[in-house]
């Protein structure tokens, strides 16, 4: 007998077959993008210091998080960003991190992403303290909460490194957070002067305070992991207004004549036509009624004279 032809299918004004036209449709972009994958591994060259910073980021990033075991000599972003953008969609991975050691840079941790294959932004750092060597296992695949501790805003770069964080390590999006449930805090503080950035997890312990609001204490869960910014590779202006361009599905609706103020009420506003207080049907009561226009008044009847008579 003939062997069967795959049916075919159309994606993009392109015949494909029924199982291309899924694996397009799970490449394409989304309303709703899953969470970003985070690809790291070591280079040509490395010390066991920017191996375990590696291996921390990965536990900070785990479940969505791969770490490579082969050494790759081909890859330094700095020089050639054309192997880590085929590394990353080879991985299907937005995030990525390298480890290497030089005698110019020793202990180095490159951390980026990229964005529709090509590199977006990376920061280079020199791994101080490579901590996470306890307790973080019992946090794995939660969503932490992240609290920025520092002057974030004092430039521009502090503000790209804040953004570029917040995405590294966000987690999954949710709509709703369940207060019990929350249980990892991660504190990113910045040392401004010293150019430190510190990563310090900690477990989130509710207690009873005699109130309905619990007493929050912050119990460290792992070395904090610190880090020493060096270099950084800033994002071209087209390819980052694309990154932050926003589809049309999730931008919120107008609504007209409604506004928010400051301290978020919400404020509408009426037109209303013209209208005739007299010609508008009310209810009848007396406080309404209008009242007769009084007459004028009469004079007052003249007194009343008696005559009398001499007797």
Known sequence: AMPRKPKTASFGG?????????????????????????????????????????????????PDSKLLSRRRDDVRPFEDASSIERLSQQHDAALFGVASHSKKRPNNVILGRCFEGELLDMFEFGVIEEGMRRGLNKMLGTK??????????ADERCKR???????????????????????????????RPNLLVSLSPNRLRLRKSGTRVPDVKLEPAGDPLILELRRDHAPSLDLWKAALKQPRELKPKKRKNVSTTALGDTVGRL???????????VRKVKALKKTRPETAEAPPPAAATTTTTAP
Do not use: M
């Open 161 to 191: 490194l804040r953004n570029f964080l917040a995405d590294f390590l966000r987690g999954q999006d949710v709509d709703k957070v369940n207060l019990a449930g929350l249980e990892h805090a991660l504190v990113v503080a910045l040392d």
């Open 144 to 153: 932490p909460c992240l609290i920025f501790v520092g002057e974030w805003g």
């Open 271 to 281: 037109h209303v036509a013209k209208q005739d207080l007299d010609a508008i049907q």
């Open 14 to 62: 392109r015949a494909v077959t029924a199982r291309g036209k899924r694996y397009l449709e799970s490449k394409a972009a989304k309303v709703h993008e899953a969470v970003k994958t985070a690809v790291l591994l070591r280079g040509s060259k490395t010390s066991e210091k920017a191996t375990a910073g590696v291996r921390a980021v990965h536990l900070l990033k785990l």
